[in-house]
């Protein structure tokens, strides 16, 4: 400013409001990255001299518009640790540090590039399914499984196994566990808005792929067919070009081969297709068939409920048998808005 002749004034442009250039001359305030960059352009003061800190690499532009992220609500959440009333004037500061969780401040433009698969008839907001995303991962890293994953493990046995947890009224939590030993992690975060999405997979961390589920429909039997559906993912995906899978499971039925595969497989872990067409329950709409069925696979009856208010398309049928909002009150760490 001296070398210059500028006052104070002469830096709003860079800077912002009368008040945050004085909070800046005074120390009270830090640079932020978009100051940082509207300083060395326009004013040609070396980035170097006003990083202080900040990864020179963070001021590569990757066409990011960070207004367009749903801060103030991953504020309320708690993703983000600030005031609502920073939103606005810490925008893009507070996004980085909260992708730099999910493994580095370049990690937001990578969730860009990275193929993706997306299951649904209702366009998704792709700034708060990015944001999503990159909390899923950041839970899955700061409670990582104590193995590394072995792309052999998820087989229609191994899918199996984990359905008949689902018999316990703790099922959903067993489910996590069992999936933490085999090197899988299990995340459940509620959707943000315009995003309609049920369950994910995601398969960009080395050796960890990583689940990440909504409870959108708070049902026994919508967890354990989307658990089983992107369980399917990994089994059949997983290294196979598709980095993310995220679906909106309330569209049936998809023109995407993998999609069906993967509907095709969860509902032969869940219910095999020669006990279902020999089971009472394909049939007749009664509670008794469907229990009878649970209790010949050992799962629990919601799940044979679900099946058969899908085959009979009748979503009003067995509501007392598919578990409603019993499945979230399970997981009390999660902050359900």
Request: glycine letters at 6%.
């Amino acid at each position: 400013m001296q070398q210059e002749n500028l006052s104070q004034r002469d830096l709003l442009p860079y800077i912002g409001s009368r008040s945050k250039v004085s909070e800046v001359l005074s120390g009270k305030r830090p640079l932020s990255l978009s100051m940082i960059r509207a300083l060395h352009a326009g004013l040609g003061i070396p980035a170097t001299a006003l990083l202080q800190g900040h990864d020179p690499d963070e001021l590569q532009e990757v066409g990011i518009e960070w207004d367009r992220f749903p801060i103030k609500q991953m504020i309320s959440r708690g993703w983000i640790k600030a005031e609502l009333s920073e939103a606005k004037d810490r925008a893009e500061d507070l996004l980085r540090q909260f992708f730099a969780r999910a493994g580095s401040p370049a990690e937001i433009a990578a969730m860009y590039k990275r193929t993706i698969s997306v299951r649904s008839a209702r366009s998704m907001d792709k700034y708060a399914l990015v944001a999503w995303t990159a909390r899923v991962i950041a839970l899955a890293l700061s409670d990582p499984p104590p193995i590394t994953y072995d792309p052999r493990t998820v087989t229609i046995g191994f899918m199996r196994e984990v359905a008949r947890l689902s018999w316990s009224s703790s099922g959903p939590l067993l489910a996590r566990e069992f999936l933490s030993k085999s090197g899988i992690s299990l995340i459940v975060e509620p959707h943000l808005p315009h995003t309609h999405i049920d369950g994910a997979a995601i398969m960009v961390l080395t050796n960890r792929p990583v689940i990440g589920l909504s409870l959108r429909h708070d049902r026994i039997d919508n967890f354990w067919f989307c658990l089983m559906h992107e369980l399917s993912h990994i089994a059949l995906h997983y290294g196979q070009g598709i980095a993310k899978f995220y679906d909106d499971l309330d569209i049936r039925h998809s023109d995407d081969p993998r999609e069906r595969e993967a509907d095709k497989m969860a509902l032969e872990a869940l219910i095999p297709e020669s006990e279902w067409k020999g089971s009472p329950a394909s049939a007749l709409k009664s509670p008794e068939a469907a229990q009878a069925l649970a209790d010949r696979l050992r799962i629990h009856p919601a799940i044979v409920a679900g099946r058969m208010r899908h085959e009979f398309k009748s979503y009003q049928m067995l509501n007392q048998l598919v578990g409603h909002g019993h499945v979230r009150r399970l997981f009390r760490e999660v902050m359900w808005p």
